[in-house]
Structures are given as structure tokens and as C-alpha cells.
């Protein structure tokens, strides 16, 4: 089945624990994005990534770091989290074999840091 | 400053009859446009798109429709089911690139 899976579904932690958010994909897509979801300002990119050793920042790139060593892999890296970054995480996909092809999401990732 | 808007936060409908969803945006260098639902703990899924050289687009019960002029897009389902219920994402690709702006959701609500 086609898919993006990300892990872990939930996390709490705590301010300055240095955590990784795993984001795979299946579907062999070259692009490969994060977005943070918040209420009241939808989903925002945080980094994207164009195909393996290309990446760059999105709308809201400030403390996170991502890494794309493999076309199916692109983890989400919180450095030293901290409770503004308490949010509901997404990593998506997409091919750019075609002009016109969406995104496809992974089921989220709910953060908590205290 | 929100360049896709969808100012309806919430919207409830009667099972049967037609749900429409609206967004607005303010970019005219976005070139494809596209709806998602999203359930509660699940990602958001792809609906149905239209590119910015086309006016409407249909799949089944759903159709959206793009008004260049008006910066304005809509979802039209019909008719809308129970299992519509989820809210609903409009999102906006900017011309030559692979960024999207995200509109902040409206809650569809289908009622039996």
C-alpha cells in the first residue's frame, strides 16, 4: 500500500531533550516536505526537500533541522525542543514526475514538549 | 498575512443536500489548487484539484469550481453524506515551485 508513515504517532517531552521525528515514504517521491499544524493557522511548512542532499527552508524553519540521505527517508530533527514547538506534525510527499500531483500525508505526529 | 483564506471555520448541512466550502486568496502566482479532508488522528487526504488554466473540475460528488478574477474557489458535494464530516483544507501551489499555502480549515458537519 501506498504511504507515508511517520513515527512516533505521540510524544511528550521535555524542554532541551533533543528528539527525532522519522518520516518514510513507499511511493519512490522526490519530494518530500514537513508542516506543523496549529489551531487557527493551518498547516505551515517548516523544511522541504526537492530529492536526496537537497533541502531548504520552509515558512517556519527556526528549530528544526532535517536531513535527506535517502529518497524514502527525511526525519524531522528538534535540536533542543521547546514548548512553542508543541504541535501537531505532518510529513508529506510528492512526485515530480507530473506538473500536477498532490501531496500525500502521513497520519501526524502530535508533540508535546513541557 | 494569510494568503489562502477559507473564512468559514464551521459549517453544518442537512445529509442529502449540497455542502459548499469556499476559499479565497490574495497570490495570483499560485498555478494549482487543491481541497483535503482530514479526520480527527489522521492526515489530511487529497480530494480533488484543479489547475489554474481550468474553471471547474468534477469527481463524482464533488466538484470544485476556480474564479481567477474573484481569487475564489470552492467545493461543491452533492449530495453531502454523513461520512463528509471532517474539516477541509484548501491549498494553493506558488507558480514554478513545489510550495503550498494551506488555508486554516473549515469543520463540515453532515447531519442525518
Known amino acids: 500500500e501506498a504511504q507515508v508513515t511517520q513515527n512516533p504517532r505521540y510524544l511528550i517531552t521535555v524542554t532541551g531533550k533533543k528528539l527525532t521525528v522519522t518520516c518514510s515514504q513507499n511511493?519512490?517521491?522526490?519530494?518530500m516536505s514537513w508542516y506543523r499544524q496549529d489551531p487557527g493557522l493551518g498547516l505551515r511548512q517548516i523544511y522541504y526537500s526537492m530529492n536526496v542532499e537537497a533541502t531548504d527552508k520552509g515558512d517556519v524553519p527556526e528549530g528544526y533541522k532535517v536531513s535527506r540521505k535517502e529518497k524514502r527517508n527525511f526525519p524531522l530533527i528538534l535540536e533542543s525542543p521547546s514548548p512553542n514547538q508543541t504541535s501537531l506534525y505532518f510529513c508529506?510527499?510528492?512526485?515530480?514526475?507530473?506538473?500536477?500531483?498532490?501531496?500525500?500525508f502521513g497520519n501526524g505526529t502530535r508533540l508535546t514538549v513541557t | 498575512d494569510q494568503q489562502v483564506k477559507q473564512n468559514s471555520p464551521s459549517l453544518s448541512v442537512q445529509e442529502g443536500r449540497i455542502s459548499i466550502l469556499n476559499c479565497d486568496y490574495t497570490?495570483?502566482?499560485?498555478?494549482?489548487f487543491l481541497w483535503y479532508k482530514k479526520y480527527p488522528a489522521e492526515g489530511p487526504t487529497f480530494l480533488i484539484s484543479i489547475s489554474s488554466i481550468k474553471d471547474k473540475n468534477e469527481d463524482g460528488r464533488f466538484t470544485v469550481f476556480l474564479n481567477k478574477s474573484a481569487k475564489h474557489l470552492s467545493l461543491h458535494i452533492v449530495p453531502s453524506q454523513p461520512g463528509d464530516s471532517a474539516v477541509y483544507f484548501c491549498?494553493?501551489?506558488?507558480?514554478?515551485?513545489?510550495?503550498?499555502?494551506f488555508g486554516t480549515g473549515t469543520r463540515l458537519k453532515v447531519l442525518a
Open positions: 511511493m519512490n517521491h522526490e519530494y
Open positions: 497570490n495570483s502566482m499560485f498555478d494549482y
Open positions: 491549498a494553493a501551489r506558488l507558480t514554478g515551485t513545489y510550495k503550498y499555502i
Open positions: 508529506a510527499s510528492s512526485s515530480r514526475d507530473r506538473d500536477n500531483s498532490p501531496l500525500h
